[in-house]
């Protein structure tokens, strides 16, 4: 007897499934590459873009666009949470610029400019704020840096600034400047009607103290620290959207959270 | 002979790709914003073991003061990184994906048997459920709910006051930072073990991540 049938000698024809892989490896690699090189490319484009207000313009572009979001978002005009006053925690001193010499309050007048009705700029003493009705509230400031701490706040709420002294003004945004124009910040409408928005002359139960922007500074628990700008100088109702210190170096013009 | 298994969709293959340079820009700029504050450390009292990061590594990575540039990057790039991993998850629903991602019963304990296997201190591995083996299946899996958890931890980073109930849901504004930051290093952590273990699965599985097929050996027929 024979063997049955004699081994198949062993083929050396290439594997079509494994060639099959390779070409497709191949393929793969090559539309991957491209897709890699895109990529790099935008990445590339990005960097190289010039600057708008110290930041590349398409991400510029993109800042604008979450504030767009932001803004649509905000119109419920919600409140920024509040906090029990034990969890009030000493606020250290993170920004002197507009704050060079000293200021009397006793002598130091607000100026506000674009108010409806008035032709001309108005000032305002420390007692026509205080005059408006007094405002307490323990909110957590959070700086853009990152760190967070609570505090409690005293003043008058800048919409019943406006109800009081410019019951028509309705401009599209708000400045602020220190007294000497150093320092300077710009709110949206509704970030400054926001009933959150303080002229803020307490802290943490005692008068403001110079570094932390006596007589008056601005509050805002809506948006980062940047905003809260220390020792008003000039308050101006405009349609033009004010210029920002911070905004001007690369920030976020809107900082708000 | 040999054929060829399809393993992974086209769209999960490209998505898995694009992922990469997104969530590494998502990392890089996040690394320029946490300078600014860099809080936290491995450490209890006074005895700190790490810091998070020691001066050599943010000046080796020319982190300092690029707080702005770091923030523009982050919230522009985190919408694409949040698009593509809603349609991924979106994807991997329609498609039945899921079943191969989402952990059964068996995989807790069959994931700690496969490690073992992998650290050779077992010599059987039990069998994979799918595409994946448990330990794969669970990582795989972690990965995605991590992904979800940044976006969450990182809207109540961005919007504490319009998202305010996320905020506290999660523990309040620097707990949300906390996470978000041990996510980021969970990443990492994946990263390292994902990349290790794909070289040692070796070239025909990393194919199947590119051109979606594996190549599998089929058994010879036996002679007569």
Same mark, same amino acid.
């Given at each position: 007897?024979?063997?049955?049938?004699?081994?198949?000698?062993?083929?050396?024809?290439?594997?079509?499934?494994?060639?099959?892989?390779?070409?497709?490896?191949?393929?793969?690699?090559?539309?991957?590459?491209?897709?890699?090189?895109?990529?790099?490319?935008?990445? *590339?484009?990005?960097?190289?873009?010039?600057?708008?207000?110290?930041?590349?313009?398409?991400?510029?572009?993109?800042?604008?666009?979450?504030?767009?979001?932001?803004?649509?978002?905000?119109?419920?005009?919600?409140?920024?949470?509040?906090?029990?006053?034990?969890?009030?925690?000493?606020?250290?001193?993170?920004?002197?610029?507009?704050?060079?010499?000293?200021?009397?309050?006793?002598?130091?007048?607000?100026?506000?400019?674009?108010?409806?009705?008035?032709?001309?700029?108005?000032?305002?003493? &420390?007692?026509?704020?205080?005059?408006?009705?007094?405002?307490?509230?323990?909110?957590?400031?959070?700086?853009?840096?990152?760190?967070?701490?609570?505090?409690?706040?005293?003043?008058?709420?800048?919409?019943?600034?406006?109800?009081?002294?410019?019951?028509?003004?309705?401009?599209?945004?708000?400045?602020?400047?220190?007294?000497?124009?150093?320092?300077?910040?710009? &709110?949206?409408?509704?970030?400054?009607?926001?009933?959150?928005? &303080?002229?803020?002359?307490?802290?943490?139960?005692?008068?403001?103290?110079?570094?932390?922007?006596?007589?008056?500074?601005?509050?805002?628990?809506?948006?980062?620290?940047?905003?809260? &700008?220390?020792?008003?100088?000039?308050?101006?109702?405009?349609?033009?959207?004010?210029?920002?210190?911070?905004? *001007?170096?690369?920030?976020?013009?809107?900082?708000?959270? | 002979?040999?054929?060829?298994?399809?393993?992974?969709?086209?769209?999960?293959?490209?998505?898995?790709?694009?992922?990469?340079?997104?969530?590494?820009? @998502?990392?890089?700029?996040?690394?320029?914003?946490?300078?600014?504050?860099?809080?936290?450390?491995?450490?209890?009292? #006074? $005895?700190?073991?790490?810091?998070?990061?020691?001066?050599?590594?943010?000046?080796?990575?020319?982190?300092?003061?690029?707080?702005?540039?770091? @923030?523009?990057?982050?919230?522009?790039? @985190?919408?694409?990184?949040?698009?593509?991993?809603?349609?991924?998850?979106?994807?991997?629903?329609?498609?039945?994906?899921?079943? #191969?991602?989402?952990?059964?019963?068996?995989?807790?304990? #069959?994931?700690?048997?496969?490690?073992?296997? #992998?650290?050779?201190? !077992?010599?059987?591995?039990?069998?994979?459920?799918?595409?994946?083996?448990?330990?794969?299946?669970?990582?795989?899996?972690?990965?995605?709910? @991590?992904?979800?958890?940044?976006?969450? $931890?990182?809207?109540?980073?961005?919007?504490?006051?319009?998202?305010? $109930?996320? $905020?506290?849901?999660?523990?309040?504004?620097?707990?949300?930072?906390?996470?978000?930051?041990?996510?980021?290093?969970?990443?990492?952590?994946?990263?390292?073990?994902?990349?290790?273990?794909?070289?040692?699965?070796?070239?025909?599985?990393?194919?199947?991540?590119?051109?979606?097929?594996?190549?599998? !050996?089929?058994?010879?027929?036996?002679?007569?």
């Amino acid at each position: 007897m024979s063997d049955p049938t004699p081994p198949r000698p062993e083929t050396d024809a290439p594997d079509d499934a494994e060639q099959r892989l390779s070409r497709m490896t191949r393929r793969a690699f090559l539309t991957g590459g491209g897709a890699a090189l895109l990529g790099f490319g935008a990445w *590339e484009w990005i960097r190289t873009r010039p600057n708008e207000a110290g930041v590349r313009w398409p991400l510029r572009n993109g800042l604008r666009f979450d504030e767009n979001l932001s803004r649509a978002a905000f119109r419920d005009g919600k409140l920024a949470p509040t906090f029990a006053k034990d969890r009030v925690r000493p606020l250290k001193v993170n920004g002197n610029v507009g704050l060079g010499g000293s200021v009397d309050p006793s002598t130091w007048m607000m100026t506000v400019v674009g108010l409806a009705g008035a032709s001309a700029p108005r000032t305002f003493s &420390l007692a026509d704020i205080q005059a408006l009705p007094r405002v307490e509230m323990t909110t957590e400031l959070k700086c853009i840096e990152g760190w967070s701490v609570v505090v409690t706040w005293a003043g008058a709420r800048l919409s019943d600034f406006v109800a009081r002294y410019g019951p028509q003004t309705d401009t599209a945004y708000v400045g602020l400047k220190t007294p000497d124009a150093r320092y300077y910040v710009g &709110l949206d409408h509704d970030s400054a009607m926001h009933p959150q928005t &303080l002229l803020c002359y307490e802290m943490n139960g005692a008068p403001l103290t110079g570094p932390h922007g006596a007589p008056l500074r601005l509050v805002t628990p809506t948006k980062y620290g940047i905003k809260h &700008l220390k020792r008003i100088g000039t308050l101006t109702f405009t349609n033009d959207r004010p210029a920002d210190y911070w905004a *001007e170096r690369g920030y976020d013009w809107y900082a708000g959270h | 002979m040999s054929r060829l298994v399809k393993k992974h969709p086209r769209a999960v293959r490209w998505m898995h790709w694009i992922n990469f340079p997104l969530l590494s820009i @998502m990392i890089w700029s996040g690394l320029l914003i946490y300078w600014s504050y860099p809080a936290y450390r491995l450490g209890w009292g #006074d $005895t700190t073991v790490f810091k998070f990061f020691p001066t050599s590594f943010f000046q080796a990575l020319s982190v300092p003061h690029r707080l702005a540039e770091g @923030m523009a990057w982050h919230f522009v790039f @985190m919408w694409l990184f949040a698009i593509n991993g809603v349609l991924y998850v979106g994807y991997t629903i329609v498609s039945g994906e899921w079943r #191969d991602l989402v952990p059964t019963r068996a995989s807790f304990k #069959d994931a700690i048997l496969v490690t073992l296997h #992998d650290l050779h201190l !077992r010599k059987e591995a039990p069998p994979c459920e799918g595409k994946y083996n448990a330990a794969q299946r669970l990582a795989y899996f972690a990965i995605i709910v @991590m992904g979800a958890g940044s976006l969450l $931890t990182g809207l109540a980073i961005w919007r504490p006051t319009q998202a305010s $109930t996320f $905020t506290t849901l999660l523990g309040g504004y620097q707990a949300a930072r906390i996470e978000h930051f041990l996510l980021t290093i969970g990443y990492v952590a994946f990263f390292v073990v994902h990349v290790a273990q794909v070289i040692r699965a070796g070239w025909n599985n990393f194919r199947s991540m590119v051109t979606g097929y594996e190549l599998v !050996r089929t058994r010879e027929e036996k002679p007569r």
